[in-house]
């Protein structure tokens, strides 16, 4: 059920009027003069010396969250004093084109398509956040070339796969998943043959990132011996040791964990020969992406007693709704726990997520910082302080062609130029720039002027 919050009310019709202008305008052309008095002047980062910038009514700002988007961003949206409406599903695309038409900003999951008619509907949208790893299910390049920024989470459910992880291992060593299913089936087997305890085994960990390393130090906490290979010399944290070949890793480990993304490289890395150089007995871990190993070796693997076991939780082919969709030649392997994908899929991760992208949401939209932006320049300044009323901060989102710093600098060649900072992801750049002491009428002067340079996407200015 929707749920929108009560927009802000004002009695004098001019005043509403300006603010919802000034709102409508806030990702895409703000007018400047319109709403600088109800622009309250906050602080953030528990210093109150930091200005929030921002040149609308917060009330007037329309975010739309779909796909039950998790509590914490809601009320972190919320608090800002923008309109939220929630949605508990994904919305099909012609009742979200109905849907996006006015709004600033939204927050998704996985299943929303943002196609490229779905932007072209999206008047005066700015920002999109996705609320969860991928960005697959929005068109990147269009909403790029719009100037929509695309924000996400890629690390937050780190640990919540790390934990998994040792869960596996525990279960693999103890065959655990056969035992569960005999048990279901009312089959009673008490063994310890080739039952182990995982103490002072090795734990061989392929790509020691975030969750690489996290597993590191539990698997260590748990009394496990830990080496790694990744691509790039990396410190070891406790006793573990990084491997100069994947080879050795194999050769020399009791487990081997697969944490690496999907790269050329990585596609198909584990195969035949691979697992062939596999201690006889050893088990296999794969939570990172389902193309990273060939499944028709790791079944053959398996079947032939070479592997322990094996735990995986990505696949080639998964499917895209929940119901009996799912085949693999991995089914009915011995001591091969399958699972659906759901590494990362906790309630703490999706809080996390939930915090950290509203957070950039929330930063972009009222500071123009677009540090994590997967498809834009990533563009930060230090913060404008209270005591510097009469300071701007220009948001210019502009085509990466050349000639376009030379505009800018004329056009904000009489005016102290605080910080400036540019940068340029393939077709599009960001310009940021501070700049104190400018009277309303040269604010309304600095947009208009930089907003009809050829080279135009967006452009903001905050204060
Ligand atoms: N199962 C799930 O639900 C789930 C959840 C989150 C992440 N993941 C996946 O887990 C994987 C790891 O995630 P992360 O957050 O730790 O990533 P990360 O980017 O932090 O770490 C990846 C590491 O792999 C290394 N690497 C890259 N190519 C390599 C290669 N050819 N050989 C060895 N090392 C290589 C990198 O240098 C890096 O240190 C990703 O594929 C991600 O998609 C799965």
Not at 196 to 217: A, C, D, N, P
Not at 343 to 366: C, D, H, P, R, Y
Request: hydrophobic share 40%; net charge negative.
């Amino acid at each position: 059920m929707p749920t929108p919050t009560p927009a802000a009310s004002n009695n004098d019709p001019k005043a509403n009027a300006a603010a919802a202008a000034a709102a409508a305008a806030v990702v895409a052309t703000p007018a400047p003069e319109e709403d600088s008095s109800n622009a309250p002047v906050k602080s953030v980062g528990g210093s109150n010396k930091i200005k929030v910038l921002k040149p609308f009514n917060t009330a007037n700002m329309k975010i739309l969250l779909l796909e039950n988007v998790n509590e914490t961003a809601v009320s972190a949206l919320r608090s800002q004093g923008y309109q939220v409406e929630t949605h508990a599903k994904a919305l099909q695309e012609d009742e979200l084109i109905e849907k996006i038409r006015d709004v600033h900003c939204i927050g998704l999951r996985s299943k929303t398509k943002i196609t490229k008619k779905v932007l072209d509907a999206a008047e005066k949208l700015g920002v999109i956040g996705c609320f969860c790893i991928g960005t697959n299910q929005v068109d990147l390049e269009y909403a790029t070339q719009k100037g929509v920024a695309v924000f996400n989470s890629p690390f937050s459910n780190s640990r919540s796969v790390a934990e998994l992880v040792i869960a596996e291992i525990v279960l693999l060593s103890r065959q655990l998943g056969d035992r569960n299913m005999e048990m279901h089936q009312g089959n009673w087997q008490k063994v310890s043959a080739n039952c182990y305890e995982i103490r002072g085994k090795t734990l061989g960990i392929v790509g020691y990132g975030h969750i690489g390393s996290q597993l590191s130090v539990l698997a260590e906490s748990m009394g496990m011996r830990v080496l790694f290979h990744d691509v790039v010399p990396l410190m070891p944290l406790g006793t573990a040791k990084q491997v100069n070949s994947l080879d050795e890793l194999f050769q020399n480990s009791d487990f081997v964990t697969l944490h690496v993304p999907e790269t050329e490289e990585t596609k198909n890395m584990i195969g035949e020969h691979e697992l062939n150089l596999m201690k006889q007995g050893s088990f296999l871990i794969n939570a990172s992406r389902g193309t990273i190993v060939q499944i028709p070796a790791l079944a053959k693997a398996l079947r032939s007693r070479h592997l322990g076991g094996a735990a995986v939780d990505v696949f080639p082919k998964e499917p895209a709704a929940n119901g009996k969709f799912f085949e693999s030649e991995l089914i009915g392997c011995p001591n091969t726990l399958l699972t659906p994908h759901i590494g990362g899929s906790t309630e703490e991760a999706q809080s996390m997520i939930g915090a950290e992208v509203s957070q950039a949401l929330i930063k972009f939209i009222n500071n123009g910082t677009s540090i994590g932006a997967v498809n834009y320049p990533e563009v930060d300044l230090r913060a404008i302080r209270d005591e510097e009323v009469n300071s701007i901060r220009l948001c210019y989102t502009h085509l990466n062609v050349p000639g376009v710093l030379r505009q800018i600098t004329d056009i904000l060649a009489d005016h102290n130029v605080d910080k400036q900072f540019s940068d340029s992801k393939g077709k599009i750049a960001y310009l940021m720039a501070d700049i104190s002491n400018v009277t309303p009428e040269q604010i309304q002067d600095i947009y208009q002027r930089v907003s009809q340079t050829p080279t135009n996407i967006i452009t903001r200015v905050l204060y």
